[in-house]
């Protein structure tokens, strides 16, 4: 299995500020309705939000920088702010996600690696834990992974070739 992304979700107003500050910000919705929209971070995106804002330092285990993290909590004064990031591949790998809400940080980055996921419950994953932050509410029978369409995109390409373009 891959499933490789990297992504800040929430509404759709709150992520805007993002393209507020780069034109290369683009949002989605994973499925028609959907409340929460997210916005891939590819490394354009990432280099030049980081050309605009600084880099400061990288954080370990996780694809974001303590600018990135500043600029997100700033940008959670508009509405709940998560990120997540998956980087999986023929069974090992790892996924990470944080959560911000009314300019701080509510839920620290958190890291599991497959292997430290064996065994626990996966309303205890990372990803999880953030999108309930987020009020995604696990269907019955599924996680809010799942509930939230992340396991039918692998990545952050499938996500702007299939995802629901939010224009403006």
């Known amino acids: 299995m ?3 992304v990297y992504l800040f979700v929430g509404h759709p107003e709150v992520l805007r500020r993002y393209g507020e500050l780069s034109p290369l910000a683009r949002l989605y ?3 028609p309705g959907a409340e929460l929209a997210v916005m891939p971070v590819d490394d354009a995106l990432h280099d030049d939000v980081h050309r605009r804002i600084g880099t400061g330092e990288w954080l370990e285990n996780l ?6 993290m500043a600029y997100a909590a700033e940008t959670s004064r508009r509405g709940a702010l998560a990120y997540i990031e998956t980087d999986y ?5 790892l996924q990470a996600a944080a959560l911000w809400g009314g300019g701080a940080l509510a839920i620290r980055p958190l890291t599991m690696t497959q292997e430290q996921s064996a065994g626990r419950p996966r309303a205890t994953w990372p990803i999880n ?5 987020l009020g995604v509410e696990a269907a019955p029978g599924f996680d809010a992974f799942d509930t939230f369409s992340l396991g039918r995109y692998r990545s952050n390409d499938e996500i702007r070739e ?3 373009p939010i224009r403006g």
Do not use: C, P
């Open 29 to 31: 919705r994973l499925t």
């Open 129 to 133: 834990a953030v999108l309930r932050g």
């Open 89 to 93: 591949f023929g069974g090992s790998g």
């Open 2 to 4: 891959v499933h490789n």
């Open 63 to 68: 694809r974001l920088t303590t600018m990135d």
């Open 162 to 164: 299939r995802g629901l």
